[in-house]
């Protein structure tokens, strides 16, 4: 049986709309980023979701509790999906921190190991999401054919997805920016082992027709901490939510997303 991880950046704010790095400020939604929060609200409502968990900070908190009413449930804070702290570069805008130091900002998307002054590199934010993913995998049975939903923050949902898919750190600026209430879904499964002396190397065809190469069917004890996470979506998003405007340089915004296949992800 699987798992299914929803990984939903905030609705929009003021900082978003004008380019200005919020990292752990704790800001609120904008006018428009509740409607997208209730938009997606509207637009997940039919789906199996059984948790959700958010990071504390008012612009993630605000949007799971509208994601989370149409199910009965009360988000879980857990500050471990807070977006990475961005230390001498919150509150000022790109344009700030390109004229100070130029280069920099090409820098922390590209070098997972790289931080801004006083604040936190990729791996470490992608370390601590982590966590709370390998918790609940364990924690949580309930997940098992149902849905989790985690609403955090763009560089902290980028970091998680590469996290979880077990890319090498190089990778790691591999996916594009995401929408306000984008999401990436992500599937768990156990993961599935054979034995490669069975194996014929020269056409990677199984050398005895006879093996059994069924997989296990569900999590234990002895499996959960080996799952196989796969990638069904990225910048996923209900349909019709007016985003931003584009921004050149700015981090996650100003891309007009449409609508995914729901049906086909579910």
């Known amino acids: 049986m699987a798992r299914r991880l929803i990984l939903l950046r905030h609705g929009q704010t003021d900082y978003n ?28 409502s039919r789906w199996d979701i059984r948790r959700v968990v958010t990071s504390d900070l008012s612009r993630a908190a605000e949007t799971a509790g509208l994601i989370a009413a149409p199910h009965g449930l009360t988000p879980v ?11 001498a570069w919150q509150a000022r805008s790109h344009e700030e921190i390109d004229a100070a130091h130029p280069g920099q900002r090409a820098m922390w998307r590209h070098n997972p190991h790289w931080a801004p002054p006083g604040g936190e590199t990729r791996l470490e934010v992608a370390a601590r999401a982590r966590s709370l993913v390998d918790e609940l995998m364990h924690s949580f049975p309930e997940w098992e054919g149902g849905t989790v939903v985690c609403v955090a923050h763009g560089g902290t949902i980028a970091g998680l997805t590469c996290s979880l898919l077990g890319l090498p750190t190089d990778n790691y600026s591999s996916f594009s920016g995401l929408g306000n209430t984008s999401w990436a879904q992500l599937t768990a499964r156990p993961r599935f082992h054979y034995d490669h002396s069975t194996v014929d190397n ?10 059994d190469t069924t997989p296990v069917a ?14 069904d979506a990225w910048n996923a998003s209900a349909l019709g939510i007016p985003f931003a405007p584009a921004q050149p340089g700015s981090e996650g915004v100003g891309v007009t997303y449409t609508r995914t296949s729901i049906e086909g992800l579910q």
């Open 77 to 87: 804070l857990d500050e471990r999906l807070r977006e990475t702290h961005l230390g």
């Open 218 to 231: 569900t999590f234990s004890e002895s499996t959960i901490d080996d799952a196989q996470w796969h990638l």
């Open 202 to 211: 020269s056409g990677d065809r199984p050398a005895d027709p006879a093996l």
């Open 17 to 44: 709309a004008t380019g200005r790095m919020q990292g752990q400020m704790d800001t609120h939604l904008s006018d428009l980023g509740r409607q997208q929060a209730q938009r997606t609200a509207g637009e997940l």
